[in-house]
């Protein structure tokens, strides 16, 4: 049983991850894993398409590339030439200049880390309280069944 919920949470934490490299949001899927499937969510996410802003916004954030500033294509930071539009770059450019908006939707890793430790942490309290309702449950039918049996044996009038 524990096991079996173990893989459920496992499964569901691989289609996060799957998600999030989609540029989707990892948050969705877990909780989508846990309440349908982890099937279920893997297939949603398979069919969703990539969020190119999103994975692009990132590997600018991590320093993985850099932005073109004239053809705004994703190059690496040591590039003099854009390979795309074939233009010098400038080495003193600024790299993000990218809307606010976007920024504050993705402010940076660490804020996501918290999100997916806060996601986990409810999907686990979750978990325990449907384990708990379900022990709950299993004790209070095995408790009325012992009442109903002793109540049909020894019930004496006062
Ligand atoms: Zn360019």
């Known amino acids: 049983m524990i096991t079996y919920f173990l893989l459920w949470i496992f499964l569901a934490v691989a289609v996060g991850v799957y998600a999030s490299n989609k540029g989707l949001s990892f948050g969705s899927a877990f909780v989508v894993s846990c309440i349908f499937s982890p099937l279920v969510a893997l297939i949603v996410v398979a069919l ?18 850099k932005q073109c500033p004239f053809c705004a294509e994703l190059i690496k930071p040591q590039a003099r030439v854009c390979r795309y539009c074939r233009r010098d770059i400038p080495q003193a450019q600024c790299t993000t200049s990218l809307p606010a ?5 993705y402010p940076s890793q660490f804020m996501d880390l918290i999100r997916w430790f806060a996601v986990t942490v409810f999907a686990f309290l979750v978990f325990v309280m449907i384990m708990g309702l379900y022990m709950m449950h299993d004790a209070m039918v095995k408790a009325s069944a012992a009442g109903q049996f002793s109540q049909g044996n020894a019930q004496q009038p006062p």
């Open 101 to 105: 908006s976007s920024q504050e939707e």
């Open 48 to 65: 969703s398409k990539p969020k190119m802003e999103v994975i692009e916004q990132r590997s600018i954030l991590s320093g993985e590339h």
